[in-house]
């Protein structure tokens, strides 16, 4: 089973930017979708945005317009450059591999994940 590595995580100020990496440890070209999820602690793990479906690309109302998925098939890899961050946006951050039905279906495990956090 592909293992999914999240990093490039930090703690930035309200207003900074960043980019998240998350690479495969094989190929991830069996995934047709990816996603980005974030959790804080005592909350679900919430969706932020996905790669792949009908509409190419899906992006939480609260991160529309700040945040960019992208994903680089022959690297393994997929991207989350956050721009504007706001101190809501502090969180862990978790790659994900699935398929897009109805909804996008996570199916790979979960990592570490890499801990985001914005200082007012």
């Known amino acids: 089973q592909v293992q999914l590595v999240e990093s490039g995580g930090g703690v930035v100020q309200a207003g900074d930017s960043l980019t998240l990496a998350c690479k495969g440890s094989g190929s991830t070209h069996g995934f047709s979708a990816m996603a980005w999820y974030r959790q804080t602690p005592g909350k679900e793990r919430e969706l932020v945005a996905h790669i792949g479906g009908p509409v190419d690309t899906y992006y939480a109302p609260s991160v529309k317009g700040r945040f960019t998925i992208s994903r680089d098939n022959p690297e393994n890899s997929l991207y989350l450059q956050m721009v504007s961050l706001k101190p809501e946006d502090t969180a862990v951050y978790y790659c994900?591999?699935?398929?897009?039905?109805?909804?996008?279906?996570?199916?790979?495990?979960w990592g570490q994940g890499t801990q985001v956090t914005v200082s007012s």
């Open positions: 994900s591999g699935g398929w897009y039905g109805a909804r996008y279906y996570p199916l790979s495990s």
